[in-house]
């Protein structure tokens, strides 16, 4: 990991909104509190149900460190109305930090604080611009990618860079885990970004006009897993849809269709037509090479390693998968 670190010295106190939902935005929060700075009030979604029917609401991982620190919580539905942006100046920030929050920013939201709306983006901008930029880098094969800091303005991912930090990605790793890398660094980040900005030392860089790409969010109908693309492919959209949604094949057992989530996999040295499983440790040919699913999982059941699922579930070789 390279970080450009910011200018020593002791860190001036802002005050600031915080507007965030998700997992990927807790350490940033939690950065912010930790590095003294002065949360005015913390923006997040309204408590929505969770699994089953029936559950109460569930507030967002966000919204809940919130409330263990005591901070003010406001969940509006959208920021459009007079109403909310008025309350929202009244906080007279300087500024607002935004990572994966979920709502659209109007302008006169991101006018509002004296620094203007930072936004901590987990691509190397301006790839991946949008609403799923780690999925997006493994599932392209991406070698590197990173977080940045960036002035927001009013289109999707466009402003200006601030600060930003690089790391490898490995052909083992899941978006799981580099989601989880990529928060840290994004949190520490935040950190030297305001650290800068408060000391008035910080020059925001255009994006180039060259090498933009969008990271759609993901559709569950990506997930079936077309055994006739290239091994390497096939991997790479098993790690970048891991842990969720989960890459998935079905396969006729027992009278019945089984779907079988593959959460982790490696490039086999091995052939065969397209589908079909090579040996009884579940190599599987692909279009060209094979992969060989390291992490699996049953509906219903939870994910293991493949040696203990081809004990209770063996499926013989020259079984073929449907690639429909």
């Avoid at 987990?122 to 990618?145: F, K, N, V």
């Avoid at 959460?263 to 009884?280: M, S, W």
Wanted: charged share 20%.
């Amino acid at each position: 990991m390279n970080f450009l670190h910011g200018q020593g010295g002791r860190s001036l106190s802002l005050d600031l909104v915080f507007m965030g939902t998700p997992d990927f935005s807790v350490p940033t929060l939690r950065a912010v509190l930790a590095a003294g700075q002065r949360v005015k009030a913390v923006y997040t979604p309204p408590p929505r149900p969770a699994g089953r029917r029936g559950l109460a609401d569930t507030p967002s991982p966000v919204h809940r460190m919130a409330l263990e620190h005591g901070l003010d919580v406001r969940t509006p539905v959208s920021l459009k109305s007079a109403e909310e942006q008025a309350g929202f100046a009244a906080l007279r920030a300087d500024v607002a930090v935004v990572i994966a929050y979920g709502l659209l920013l109007p302008r006169p939201i991101l006018e509002a604080p004296r620094l203007g709306c930072v936004n901590v983006h987990a691509s190397l901008l301006p790839r991946w611009r949008g609403a799923a930029p780690i999925h997006r880098a493994i599932m392209a094969g991406d070698a590197e990618t990173g977080v940045m800091t960036m002035q927001m303005e009013e289109g999707l991912d466009t402003g200006p860079v601030l600060m930003s930090a690089r790391t490898p990605i490995s052909s083992d790793e899941t978006t799981g885990i580099v989601h989880d890398r990529l928060a840290e660094m994004g949190a520490k980040l935040l950190v030297q970004t305001l650290d800068r900005l408060a000391a008035g030392g910080l020059a925001a860089i255009e994006q180039p006009a060259d090498g933009i790409t969008y990271a759609r969010k993901i559709d569950k109908v990506e997930a079936r897993i077309d055994f006739t693309r290239p091994a390497e492919t096939v991997r790479n959209q098993i790690h970048g849809l891991a842990p969720f949604p989960g890459a998935w094949f079905e396969i006729e057992a027992s009278g019945k269709t089984e779907r079988i989530k593959v959460l982790k996999a490696e490039v086999a040295p091995l052939r065969g037509a397209p589908g079909c499983i090579l040996d009884e440790r579940l190599a599987i040919a692909c279009g060209y090479g094979a992969i060989r699913p390291l992490v699996v999982q049953r509906a219903g059941r939870s994910a293991v390693w493949v040696e203990e699922f081809c004990r209770g579930f063996a499926i013989p070789a020259g079984t073929v998968i449907s690639t429909a």
